[in-house]
């Protein structure tokens, strides 16, 4: 069997389901390979997704569209490709507690927004900000990253970027009420998050393989959408006992099965879509033209 490492982008949650249940349910063995899974609490995010993948400790990893841009336009270049879209729309949200009464973005002027650090991040949440009308001037801070969620929950920060169908589940589950501002209702276009990526090179090198890892991976989101009730059950043994503990797993997969797409394009990713967030980066100096002309992404391996 060949063995393939995949290097999640956080500790397992229901955006990994498809991949778990590939390898729970035989969908990868029956396709001659052998799967491991990185887990991020494993170095407490000492390395991000993108750097295993520089540095080759995995084969494939999983994190936002803007991962794969940066790797390849970085002085230490990595030919990175996305090959996989988990989700088809968007599910994150930049939130706030209803308690706060910051219930539009123009409010987060001057408040406290605690994030992850990634390429764009801080800027799409200041010209959010700028679009409704405010001025952009927010106080950024930088926590650990597996506890960012927790800094709003606490008090320590008033705003932070979350998925829907994960912590925006745990907060119904604990009957905490939130504002959520989602990037499209502020003229921010946007891409994929999150994908699976490689490097080109490898793709080439091992294209029989790394197309029968797509396939069963589609399989696996498949499967997770129509089979709801098994797939949380397979879902829950890789869980933290704080996830167990505080969100309805099944809730949660109910509501992120359908956004996994249909056998017509689970998976796959929109030329269209992903040029509209390419040209905003573009046109707000985020990343030069030439982006626009840079192959970060590829449908092939579902041929």
Request: hydrophobic share 40%.
């Amino acid at each position: 069997m060949k063995t393939l490492k995949v290097a999640l982008d956080w500790t397992p949650n229901v955006n990994h389901i498809g991949i778990f249940i590939a390898q729970q349910l035989g969908f990868y063995q029956y396709k001659n390979l052998n799967v491991e899974i990185l887990n991020p609490s494993e170095d407490n995010y000492e390395l991000t997704p993108g750097k295993k993948l520089e540095l080759d400790l995995c084969d494939f990893s999983i994190a936002p569209f803007e991962t794969v841009i940066s790797l390849n336009n970085k002085d230490n270049y990595v030919d990175a490709i996305a090959i996989y879209a988990i989700l088809q729309e968007d599910l994150s949200s930049i939130v706030t507690l209803k308690s706060s009464k910051l219930d539009t973005p123009k409010l987060l002027d001057g408040k406290i927004y605690a994030s992850y650090k990634a390429r764009y991040e801080d800027h799409i949440v200041k010209e959010m900000v700028k679009n409704d009308g405010g001025k952009g001037d927010i106080q950024i801070i930088y926590p650990e990253k597996l506890g960012i969620w927790n800094t709003v929950l606490e008090g320590k920060a008033d705003a932070t970027w979350i998925f829907n169908n994960w912590e925006g589940i745990e907060a119904e589950s604990k009957m905490i009420e939130l504002h959520k501002f989602s990037l499209g209702d502020f003229c921010i276009p946007y891409g994929y998050s999150p994908v699976i990526f490689t490097k080109n090179s490898k793709l080439i090198a091992q294209k029989t393989e790394y197309t029968a890892f797509v396939k069963a991976t589609q399989e696996g989101y498949l499967y997770a959408k129509n089979n709801i009730s098994e797939a949380t059950k397979i879902l829950k043994n890789f869980l933290t006992d704080y996830d167990k503990a505080n969100i309805d797993i099944e809730k949660s997969v109910k509501v992120t099965a359908p956004f996994f797409g249909n056998e017509a394009n689970c998976g796959k990713m929109q030329p269209e879509k992903l040029t509209a967030f390419f040209k905003w980066l573009s046109n707000n100096q985020l990343e030069s033209s030439q982006i626009l002309e840079q192959t970060f992404f590829t449908n092939e391996l579902f041929v």
